[in-house]
């Protein structure tokens, strides 16, 4: 059984860096996806970024250059590292897990992802 787990969350001002975390356990580290997903009240949850295969990795527009992603093999686990935190960053941030073969045609999509985290909020006050 996948279990996927977020952790790192929490309050900040403008500026500020927090670095999320996710344990995956139980789940076969091959040809894979991990990708970093947030959410707002009221909003789509969107694609934040992702790292492919513990190689490639992605990120969108808006976080680009502040955000870095990184994956441990051996610990299982998957970091995201914020700095210059914004206001618009305000979100629940998920952890996505998947196989390459399926999440590499939509990997901007939640649909690209077979395994999910239950969240770990994140708030930037002006």
């Known amino acids: 059984q996948v279990q996927v787990a977020e952790s790192g969350g929490g309050s900040v001002q403008t500026g500020g860096s927090l670095r999320l975390s996710c344990v995956v356990s139980?789940?076969?580290?091959?040809?894979?996806?991990l990708a970093w997903f947030r959410q707002a009240p009221d909003k789509r949850r969107e694609y934040v970024s992702i790292?492919?295969?513990?190689?490639?990795?992605d990120y969108a527009d808006s976080v680009k250059g502040r955000f870095t992603i990184s994956q441990d093999n051996g610990k299982n686990t998957l970091s995201l590292e914020m700095n210059s935190l914004r206001p618009e960053d305000t979100a629940m941030y998920f952890c996505?897990?998947?196989?390459?073969?399926?999440?590499?045609?939509?990997?901007?999509?939640?649909?690209?992802?077979?395994?999910w985290g239950q969240g770990t909020q994140v708030t930037v006050s002006s």
């Open positions: 790292i492919i295969n513990n190689d490639s990795t």
């Open positions: 996505a897990v998947g196989s390459a073969y399926k999440c590499l045609e939509r990997f901007r999509s939640p649909t690209g992802y077979d395994f």
């Open positions: 139980g789940y076969r580290f091959g040809r894979s996806c």
